[in-house]
């Protein structure tokens, strides 16, 4: 961008040592933080401090609601006004103390004065801009007084400046323009009654040649202090404010945004110009015709760096920052008629300049069949009509076929010193668009390659602004997983999630950022990635469970990857299974719903993972933690056979048969297993077979046989009778069976056999769940405690099969297969693990 030409030229007094500090608005609220910047200041070794101050808080937009609603009429001005003055009294108490009484009675002075203006206004009924911008920068005056009240109180030899005495610039089209000269001779003269080593000045606030009370513009602050700096002939320009520093994008729509170190003046007058709010842009001239570096920091952490501004920055990528500039418009000359004549552009640009109307962003392709330039919304329409009178000869001739006007339009631009020369920057902002759906309606870039701009509906802007923004910050292998149902094995895997990402970061470069948790009953959504005590944020999250929202939630940073981990045992959940891998969103789960339930829900799964490449993965589903589902994929992937499946699939059943000598009746098993937590709460959901036969469907499906649970032939242990008995009851009632399996259990010894719940499928038979007598010396007949047991029959392995055993249930080991899907997804999409 441009600057005016002028010199600044350093005041006569220039000490070493001098540093100008800018506080904006954020950082004086109120009396607290007034104390806090006066601590903060009186904390620093400089010769000369000077310092700049906004008004407090939202009283600009007050002071102007306050004017336009006594010009309109309405009395509503005289509460604003009674708050506005209780607000600066209150601080002067809260600040001074006792010693608040000077401070007062000049603030009631001021306040009256303001009250004759605003009566005034209401008489004549409009808003004239010289009385505005008299009220708008009162703010600045009374704070800077505030605070230079406060500090004299302290005891520091302090002076007040009120730059509406010394500052003198002119409004040009391209801004303020500071007159040097007499602002360095004004200054001068004011430091000769005000020698003093503190000075506290308004920012915001100055005077036009004519005298007249005028401002810098909206967050005109920031100049201020910069043109202090460069008449006091500082060392330093510190702008404090909210933030660290200035960061790579907006945290405001981008919460990743990261915090930069260092900027050179042209990158920061880039994204100052297209919409940074943490600078403004006309702070830099000043300070970069004079080198002076510019350090924006946060005046609630000031022991951090900031971000220094100077001459050269650090290249550490190509893209430093990324702005969004709102409310605009495009407007596009299109016709046959403007191939290869000469001076068309001249000609828009002359008119647009006619009419004036300033113009953000050029485009022309290199048929020159249209011209596209990006205006300000509000100078729209005056731009299309220059447009349509400097061509109405050539519209009525045809040979300028429309000129079109679309509103509504922000201009998304990625700056950066270091895009310079380097190939690959524009593909990486475009494909990070395409990716999130955002269409382009113009491009730009300025042959400094500095700066590629792109005009995109104002509708999308925040989700293409996170969208850049994970394509240039994030990396390719970032995912934002959500996970549901943070039961036994949910809490499990959620604990082993975090404990692992920052090793996964560093040994993989796999960035799994939990975004969000939802129980059965609340959510808990994280603007960032989610770390620490997931239990107590999400017991103390008022959200209530949406899982619509949660989704949402989860796209809407637009990272490179989503991934839900179902750890419920919801059928509901499983139902949209199918609209999250349509939408590209890959499924994680140990929910056996899925893979068991209704054979049309489960093709229609599978059938959108196949479309949209994402992935559904449930090796946890089978043997928790066992690589049962992968062995299987892998026979078949690879073009074995299965002959057949036979296991013990159930741990609790294991367990129980295992221990079943006779020596205990079978009840009491039961009954201590269920104190060992070896059971579900309801020990029927073990014994009546039905989640055995839940996993044999899965395998069958994975083996290529699509049956469903109706085909399973289940034996339950669990009595008719008893089914629908209390828990209690039942386990009461239990011992009704002990004599029936006793008598079973003879049975098969006689035989050199030994009792085992069993699953089966093969080509011949029904599939089937139930008990079995197997050989003594039956691998299934040797297995420890809970162990589960997979034996495969292949072609290949036909003679001596496939087995994969060890240990079936409990959260941690479940909660690792989950987590070894995940990563098995990550790897999918290129991680190397
Ligand atoms: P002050 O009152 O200190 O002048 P502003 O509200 O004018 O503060 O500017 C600071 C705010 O600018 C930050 O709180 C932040 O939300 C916003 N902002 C917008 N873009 C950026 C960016 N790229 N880097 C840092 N802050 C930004
Ligand atoms: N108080 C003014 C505004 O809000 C100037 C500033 O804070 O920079 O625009
Ligand atoms: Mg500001």
Request: glycine letters at 10%.
């Amino acid at each position: 961008m441009e600057f005016p030409e002028a010199q600044p030229e350093p005041g006569p007094q220039a000490v070493p040592g001098t540093v100008v500090h800018k506080f904006g608005g954020t950082s004086v609220a109120d009396a607290e933080r007034y104390r806090h910047v006066a601590q903060l200041l009186l904390a620093r070794e400089e010769s000369v401090q000077v310092t700049v101050v906004s008004a407090m808080k939202g009283v600009t937009d007050a002071l102007i609601a306050m004017a336009e609603a006594a010009a309109s009429g309405s009395a509503d001005w005289r509460e604003l006004w009674h708050e506005l003055r209780g607000r600066h009294r209150g601080a002067a108490v809260a600040l001074l103390g006792e010693a608040a009484g000077p401070t007062l009675e000049w603030l009631d002075q001021r306040f009256d004065h303001l009250a004759q203006i605003l009566a005034a206004l209401a008489v004549i009924g409009e808003l004239p801009n010289e009385v505005l911008e008299r009220v708008q920068g009162l703010g600045e005056v009374y704070s800077a007084h505030l605070l230079g009240h406060h500090l004299q109180a302290l005891g520091e030899d302090c002076a007040v400046l009120d730059a509406r005495d010394v500052l003198v610039v002119e409004r040009n089209e391209l801004g303020v323009a500071v007159d040097w000269a007499l602002s360095a001779a004004r200054l001068a003269e004011w430091r000769g009654g005000h020698p003093q080593p503190r000075v506290v000045a308004t920012g915001f606030v100055a005077r036009n040649h004519g005298g007249h009370i005028t401002t810098l513009g909206r967050n005109g602050s920031d100049y201020s202090g910069a043109i202090f700096a460069a008449l006091f002939g500082a060392d330093e320009l510190h702008i404090w404010t909210d933030v660290d520093g200035v960061l790579s994008a907006d945290p405001r729509v981008v919460p990743e945004a990261v915090q930069l170190e260092t900027l050179s003046y042209d990158e920061a007058c880039e994204l100052a110009y297209f919409g940074a709010k943490v600078v403004h842009p006309q702070t830099m001239y000043p300070a970069i015709e004079r080198g002076l570096p510019i350090i924006i920091r946060n005046t609630f952490q000031p022991d951090h760096p900031g971000t220094r501004i100077t001459a050269s920055s650090e290249v550490s990528g190509p893209i430093k920052g990324l702005t969004l500039s709102p409310d605009l418009a495009v407007l596009n000359l299109e016709g046959t008629g403007l191939i290869g004549v000469p001076g068309t552009a001249e000609r828009v640009f002359s008119a647009l300049r006619n009419a004036r109307v300033s113009v953000v962003m050029i485009s022309q392709g290199s048929s020159e069949h249209s011209i596209c330039c990006v205006v300000r919304q509000g100078e729209s329409e005056r731009a299309r009509d220059a447009l349509l009178s400097a061509f109405a000869h050539e519209l009525g001739q045809g040979q300028v076929h429309r000129v079109q006007l679309t509103t509504g339009i922000s201009v998304l631009a990625a700056v950066g010193d270091g895009m310079a020369g380097q190939p690959g920057v524009a593909a990486r902002l475009f494909e990070s668009l395409g990716r999130a759906q955002v269409n382009i309606l113009a491009i730009a870039q300025g042959s400094s390659e500095r700066n590629i701009s792109v005009a995109i509906d104002s509708q999308h802007a925040a989700k293409a602004l996170r969208a850049a923004h994970a394509g240039f910050w994030l990396s390719p292998q970032t995912f934002a997983v959500g996970v549901i149902g943070p039961g036994n094995v949910g809490a499990a895997f959620l604990d082993q999630l975090l404990e692992a990402r920052q090793q996964l970061l560093g040994k993989a470069n796999v960035d799994l950022r939990l975004r969000a948790i939802a129980s059965s009953r609340r959510m808990l959504l994280g603007a960032r990635a989610l770390s620490g005590d997931w239990r107590a944020a999400l017991a103390g999250s008022p959200e209530a469970v949406d899982l619509e929202r949660f989704t949402e939630h989860l796209l809407s940073a637009h990272l490179p990857h989503v991934v839900i981990v179902d750890c419920s045992g919801s059928a509901a959940v499983a139902d949209r299974y199918e609209g999250w891998l349509a939408a590209g969103i890959h499924v994680v789960t140990p929910n056996k719903q899925a893979g068991s339930g209704p054979l049309p829900r489960f093709r229609a799964i599978r059938a959108a993972a196949a479309a949209s490449g994402a992935r559904f993965r449930y090796e946890a589903t089978v043997g928790a933690g066992l690589p049962v589902i992968t062995t299987l994929r892998d026979l078949v992937d690879t073009g074995d056979k299965v002959t057949s499946i036979e296991g013990i699939f159930s741990g609790t059943l294991a367990w129980l048969f295992n221990k079943y000598d006779g020596s205990v009746p079978f009840s009491q098993l039961v009954a201590q297993a269920r104190s060992m937590g070896y059971t579900e709460p309801d020990p029927r959901d073990d014994l009546s077979g039905v989640d055995v036969a839940r996993k044999l469907v899965i395998l069958a499906r994975e083996a290529g046989r699509e049956i469903g649970l109706e085909d399973v032939a289940v034996e339950s242990l669990v009595p008719a009778s008893l089914g629908q008995a209390s828990v209690e009851e039942f386990m009461a009632r239990l011992h009704e069976v002990d004599a029936a399996l006793a008598l079973r259990l003879r049975d098969a010894r006689a035989r050199g056999c030994v009792l085992r719940y069993v699953a089966r499928l093969s080509r011949d038979l029904q599939p089937s769940v139930g008990l079995v007598e197997m050989p003594a010396d039956h691998a299934f007949a040797n297995l420890r405690l809970t162990d589960n047991v997979v034996q495969f029959t292949t072609r290949r392995y036909s003679e001596n099969p496939l087995v994969v055993q060890g240990p079936g249930a409990g959260p941690e080991v479940t909660a690792a297969g989950v987590f070894s899907d995940l990563l098995r997804v990550a790897a999918g999409e290129g991680a190397r693990l």
